[in-house]
């Protein structure tokens, strides 16, 4: 298991499925775009923990570089404290695996 994310340079992170529009096209379900704001539909910090441990490792050493995206549902309905919390997570692990990290964040813009 140690290897598997290796060779990775991109990942997409789900961290809710929480979304603020209601788009025909879209595959979340609706009984998420009914209540936005439900809080058990985001991801734990626990989890934001254990997702950077297994990607981020680094068994050769070598300089990695690693692109990762906020997704959802709406990923901005999180709020800032939850990333507050989060993106030092992720740096730090990355770090002390010699990762270069880059974060981006897709986004409908309705509560920017």
């Not at 290897?3 to 788009?23: G, R, S, Y």
């Not at 923990?49 to 297994?54: E, F, T, W």
């Not at 050493?61 to 690693?66: A, L, N």
């Amino acid at each position: 298991m140690s290897h598997i994310f290796q060779n990775v340079t991109f990942m997409t992170l789900c961290v809710t499925e929480k979304c603020n529009a209601t788009c025909t096209y879209c595959y979340i379900p609706a009984k998420y775009t009914n209540d936005p704001l439900q809080t058990k539909d985001m991801m734990s910090l626990k989890t934001v923990q254990q997702v950077a441990d297994s990607v981020f490792l680094n068994t050769d050493g070598k300089k990695r570089f690693i692109t990762l995206q906020f997704h959802g549902g709406e990923p901005s309905l999180l709020g800032i404290d939850w990333y507050r919390e989060a993106i030092p997570i992720l740096k730090d692990t990355a770090r002390t695996n010699n990762v270069e990290l880059k974060l981006k964040m897709q986004s409908n813009f309705i509560a920017m």
